[in-house]
């Protein structure tokens, strides 16, 4: 088994050599900057709460108290969050043209704070909400005041129809950032999967694009076997050494 330092050598040299190169990010990306993740073993959200009972558009429109009471405290804890070491590498990676953009399975706008410029969120974000009948948009914080306010369902102020948070519910049809990500990933010849348990449909497709996947979680998934390096060490860790090889590389 090749050591540590070897697979930082050999991902920088096929990061350098395999282009064009895209990141995938999932819950475990974000885990650093203290958003929890959802299927991680007992401390997974979704270990804990059937999120059909929860984040659904069905619960959404039925029961809205629920929906609201459970999902906006910790939506709102995301939107406290900063990007951690793995979120600025990436975006330096970008910089450098060694990565194209960032697909992300997450909704906490890390990356764009971080300083990617491209950033295809597949389960939406946490900037915007919009009406179910209108579909006019707003800000999400207008959201938020609404139901701070005792409004719930919060209220469309063009037509008086239900405001819903712009994320991808259970249920609910994939963004247009999930369709597009598809187009971009034609020719893609490296993949980081960083932080998924690629257990999540369709999403957890998209390294079916690639001709060659790179996978950095701590928990084994089901494309170890085909990837061409698998890393259990933290995302901050391996990118920041990632970093580091390549910038001992140019010197």
Known sequence: MPSYAEKITALTQLLKSSQPAFAFTGAGMSTESGIPDFRSPGSGLWTKVDPASVSTLTVLKKDPQRFYQFNLPRWQSYRQARPNTGHLALAELERRGLLVGVITQNIDGLHQAAGSRRVWE?????????????????????????????????????????????????????????????????????????GSSLTVYPAAALPEKARRVVIVNHDPTAWDERAELVFRESIGQVLGDLLAELDGQSG
Not at 135 to 145: G, I, M, P, S, W
């Open 122 to 194: 597949l389960h939406g974000n946490l900037r915007e909400c919009y009406c179910l009948s209108c579909r006019e948009k707003d800000e999400f914080a207008v959201l938020v005041e609404k139901v701070g306010a005792g409004e719930i369902p919060p209220r469309c102020r063009h037509c008086g129809s239900i405001l819903r948070p712009a994320v991808v519910l259970f249920e609910d049809r994939m963004s247009e950032d999930y369709f597009q990500a598809v187009q971009v990933l034609s020719g893609c010849q490296l993949l980081l999967v960083l």
